[in-house]
């Protein structure tokens, strides 16, 4: 039954990226290939960014597509690339007992299907009249939200200077 | 849309991330299962504020994204240093500080 202030197309967009997303994410933690997995979770992660869409977040969604799409997964090939000799399936890519991974990760997901379904099993999201507008946003940032913000500007400074030491050769 | 559409899928996502951590043996596989488990945060923040119509879930789930850029720069530099130094990044070589 389809309660009345649910859009029918909203939902399958939802549930074709949902299980796009579903899929990608599986390969990213399977796959052989590491340099593979990278290129699943560019679809994972722009399956999140569709899904921001279509809850009315776009300026996140933007921002989704420009950092992890655009620099975090550069950086994630440099990584590979700069690390393994060898580009292809390796045979090492999981420890011994990684099995037990699997009813460790069920155990959780089932944990918290079943506090969601408990909670909001039947409720429904109005459907917003607009996308959440980028002012909104920069209002919080620039005035409840200015000291975290500062610090975040320091966190990404240490980051770099940090990156830049580590890596450096001498 | 119904609220457990996006908790869901967030909750799957999480599932993932958390077996790709314990499963994986490469340390730049670990570092991705970890955008796993912070995408599906974000995903979790978002749904929220559209549940309240409010836009500080999306401050949040900036912050999140910040935060996760400054992570996988250290996070990569750290892997790239263990390579130099010990020729491979299999996670469960690097014993050296067992008790």
Do not use: C
């Not at chain 1, 599986?26 to 279509?54: I, K």
């Not at chain 1, 011994?96 to 099993?121: C, H, K, Q, S, T």
């Not at chain 2, 912070?38 to 978002?46: E, G, R, S």
């Amino acid at each position: 039954m389809i309660a009345a202030d649910v859009n029918v197309a909203q939902n399958v967009g939802f549930y074709i990226i949902a299980a796009i997303m579903v899929y990608a994410g599986l390969r990213v933690v399977s796959t052989r290939n590491v340099v593979h997995a990278a290129l699943w979770l560019v679809t994972v992660l722009g399956g999140v960014a569709a899904q921001y869409v279509l809850a009315a977040a776009e300026f996140v969604a933007v921002s989704q597509v420009m950092v992890y799409i655009g620099a975090v997964m550069v950086l994630f090939l440099f990584g590979i690339m700069l690390t393994r000799a060898t580009i292809g399936a390796e045979g090492d890519l999981n420890n011994r007992n990684w099995a037990m991974g699997i009813p460790v990760a069920l155990a959780l997901v089932g944990v918290m299907a079943w506090v969601i379904i408990d909670e909001y099993g039947s409720s429904t999201i109005a459907e917003p009249e607009t996308v959440m507008p980028t002012e909104a946003i920069s209002d919080i940032y620039l005035r409840e939200g200015l000291v975290p913000f500062l610090a975040l500007s320091f966190v990404l400074l240490a980051a770099a200077i940090g990156a830049i030491v580590l890596a450096r050769k001498d | 849309m119904y609220a457990v559409n996006f908790l869901l899928l967030g909750a799957v996502m999480f599932g993932l991330g958390v077996f790709g951590v314990l499963a994986r043996r490469n340390a730049v596989a670990v570092l991705m299962s970890i955008e796993l488990i912070l995408n599906a945060v974000n995903v979790n923040l978002i749904a929220f504020a559209l549940m309240n119509n409010s836009a500080e879930g999306h401050v949040f789930a900036l912050y999140v994204i910040a935060v996760a850029a400054a992570e996988v720069g250290v996070g990569l530099a750290m892997v790239l240093m263990i390579y130099r130094n010990r020729r491979s990044i299999a996670l469960d070589e690097l014993s050296t500080m067992r008790g």
